[in-house]
Structures are given as C-alpha cells and as structure tokens.
C-alpha cells in the first residue's frame, strides 16, 4: 500500500525535565562571551564541569579548562576529546555552536564532521550531542535546517549518543551570540528534551519536527502539459530513465536531460530510444553545481522547443561510507547536487516561466541514511528549500517529494542484501515505476508542496515511523495496488537507519 505523510513543526514544552548531576560538557565555541555566560550558567548551577574548544590553527591547551583546534583537523579534535576525558573523567554531553557564532560553520558542515569524526577515533561516547545552528533569512533557515540530516543518521555511526539539532532565528536587535537565550535553550535540551530536531522561530516557543499522516486532494492532475518541454537533472540516471519513458509515452513532451557525463554511445543510443517513444530530446553535459552551464542548458531547450515548462531536479549521487570513515571532500561531493545544484538551478532558471520545479528528496531526509549524513543532510536541504521557494515565490510552484526505494536501476540497489534488510524490517517495500509515476502527476497538483512518500504494510511501516498505526489515513490514491495515505509522525527514537 501506497502511503503519504508530511513533516510538520509543532510546538512542544522539554517534557520530563530532570536536571542530571555531574554532566561534563564539552562546548565548542570561540567566543568569550559564550563562554561566560555558559560557564556562569552550567557551573553555577551544581557541580557541572564544562570545557571550552575554540577555532584555532591546531591543537593548543590555552587554559585549564579552554582548548583550541584547527578547522577540519580530525587529529586536533580527537586529541582534544582524549584530554578532557583525563582532565574530567569523561564526558558526558557534546555542545557544537561553532554554526552559532559563524554563518560559514552552518554553509560548511566541515566543522561539524570533523568533531564527529575526533568522538569516534577518540572513542568518546556522550550521551548527548546537541549541535546549535542560528539562521537571519529564510535561505540560512535551510542551511541550518539541513543540519537535521545529521541528527537522523547519526544512530549508528555514533550509537549511544543522543543526538539534537537545534535551530533558532537569530534575535532582533542582539549584537553578537545571544549568548544567554542560547544558554537557556542548551540548559533545555541536555536536561529534558530528547527531541531530534528543534526549532525556535521569533520569539515563539519550542517547536519539533514530527511526521504525520496526510490524504491527498481529489482532481488534482492537470499540471504536465501534452507536448510540455521539461529539464530533468540527473536525466540519464535510475529515474531519470523511469520520467523521461514516461513522460515520452504520456505526454509526447520534449526532454532536457542533463548530467555530467559527455554524450557518449550509451547516452547517444538512449536519446534515440525516447525519440522512437515519441519525445524530442536534447542532452546537455552539464554539472547542477554550475548556474551557467544550466543557464546554458536552459537556453538550449530554449532554442530548440520554445521554453521550459517544468522541472525534475533528480541529479543526485550516492553517499557510500560511514560520516566517520570518509573524507570531507566526499561528504561535500554528495552535498553539492543537492544544495549548490539546487541553487544554481534558480539562477539558471531567473526570469523563465516554468509550472513546477518537483525537487526528488528522499526518505532518508526524514528517516536517516544509513550513516553517511551527506545524503539526508542534502536531501533535506531540498526540503526545507522548496517552502523557501515558495515563500519568495517561485518561479513556478515549488514541490519536494521524499520518496522511498524504488524499484529501478538507480540508487539504493548497489547493496542489495542491505536494501533489502532495511525495506523488510521496516515494513516497506520498492515502489514500482507506474506507482511512482501516477503519484508524482497527483502530487504536483497538490496544495500541499511536500511530501514523504512510502510503500508496505500500514501498520508496519506506521510504527516505524513512529505514528499510531491507527492514525493512519487510507484512501486511493491511484497506484498500482491502490495505494493508500499514510502519515508519519518522527521523534519516535525506534526508526532503524535506513536508505531511499
Ligand atoms: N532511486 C531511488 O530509489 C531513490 C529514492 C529516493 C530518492 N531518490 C533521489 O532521486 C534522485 C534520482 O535518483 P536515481 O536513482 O535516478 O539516481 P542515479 O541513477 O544515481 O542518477 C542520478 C544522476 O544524477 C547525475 N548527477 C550526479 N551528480 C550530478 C551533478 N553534480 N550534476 C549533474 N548531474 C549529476 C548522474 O549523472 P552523471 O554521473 O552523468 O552526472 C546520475 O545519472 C536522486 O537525487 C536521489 O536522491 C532516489
């Protein structure tokens, strides 16, 4: 069965708040400040320890309780943790605001990696992890919300560890860290909390994430238009191959595909296979990284069909390793289709009419990966950028679809045995291309502009995602088995980590 869901924010107090004795903390921060204030604030209230580790140009114990490491030094931050553990005994909670006191640590993640990584080769085991993240505009808003990509996939890569990430809009009028809001929100979240994802907007209270189940409107096709002209990023890929047969078959339309690649022998006999299908087809080597080759790719279709009706951002790449056995340069490789390419692709796009742009995210946004962080930290970037999008208005409407596993020649099936595991211990099955396909024509038209999408038993995949399986909505939806809405609701800790 064929269910959709939405992630929404929704206020919600800390909950069981107990005030644990003894926590020592490791707050990563440069600003003195920060630092005063939270010294005042965890040590003056019992016996809390807590150790200060700034931005510096390597590691450097600069007083008793203050440290200093290079950026994207993963041998600096784990000599770093291996101290404190001497000098306190251990450590008990982890606080990263290097992303609250510098915009660049949000853009980048470098930072955030590395203390990742310096835990796990250090062997340091907090219990918690909380990672602050300020943003000023609706465009930081989704940098700092990609962070959330972090704290959904970080169960194995860091078992033992509760992880949080903490959003909050900068306060008007404070000049530098509002370093005691910041204190009182991290007082919170170390003592009560136990929410993955948190957000604090204005002046408005607490708010988490949580999935919850979602019907779809009736009638509401109508979107792709006969003989459309549409760009597909990732054009030549799993379902870039499964939208293009299709939208050569169903709607005749005219195709711009673009990927990396050259148009080499396969690309070229690949192209000739949509025409004979009945489309007009033009491929573009081109990197979504880069605004001007897409511009370029624009004003080909441009020149050759008259205009572009609606996008596919499908250009993605697989993330392969555990955040803590890659390196940086990867973690940013995954990143780039989806947050610069995402970007450039409005900039290419400046001053054109399109219907849609439909943004491919993944269940792993919500769900988690399977440890990379990359992924979910792009793909959940693609998220919150689609409401962004459609806040400043477009151009066009902006639709972001979570999808799970499909069955296709695309991602996800490079390791059989584990999509497999993942898809049966979580109730889900692969989405087949004619359910895929009917339900993105449905979702395009929905007044809604997100969606997460799975497939399998309801109750099953209910409980995976932390919903009531009694609040799961049924109602046809139009797919291959009469697909049905479900929706999810997250915070629930009991998710397996998990691909799609
Ligand atoms: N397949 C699934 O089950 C599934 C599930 C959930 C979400 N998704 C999402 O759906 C999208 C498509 O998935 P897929 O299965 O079709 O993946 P895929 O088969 O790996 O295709 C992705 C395509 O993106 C292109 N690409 C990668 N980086 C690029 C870049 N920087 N610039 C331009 N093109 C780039 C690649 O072509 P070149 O190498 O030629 O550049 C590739 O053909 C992905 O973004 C993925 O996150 C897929």
Redesign the pocket.
Known sequence: MLMTFEEVWESEGVGDFVVGVGKRVVVFSSDPVVEGVLRGEFEGRGDWSVVFVGVGDGFERVSERCFRVGVGDVGDVAACFSAVEELLGGVDCVVYLWGVEDRAHVVDASGLVCVIQGLSRAGVRPERLVVGAEFGDGLERCYAESLIGFSRSLRMPLAGTFVSVVCRERVAGVVGVDASGWAGVLWDELNGGGADAVLYEGVGSRQVCRVRPVGLDEDCGGVLRRGGTYLI??G?????KIFSDWLAAEYGANLVL????ELDDRRRARVQELELAGASVVYVS????DAAALRAAVEQGKARFGGIDGVIH?????SRRSVVDKDVGEFHRVV???VA?TLALDEALSGESVDFVCY?????AILGDFGGCD?AVG?RFLMSYAQYREAVGGPGRAVVIN????N?????VADADAAAFYLKSSGQRFLEAAEGTALFERLLGQSRGGHLVLVGEPAKVARFVGVDPAEIEVGVCGGADDAAQVSVSEGDGGRVAGP?
């Open positions: 990023t990732g030549m890929g799993g379902l870039g673009v990927g990396r690649g081109a990197d979504v990284g499908a250009a993605g790449l697989e780039r289709p989806k390419g491919f995210s993944s269940s792993s992924y793909n999808w799970p596993l499909w296709s020649e695309g991602m996800g799609g």
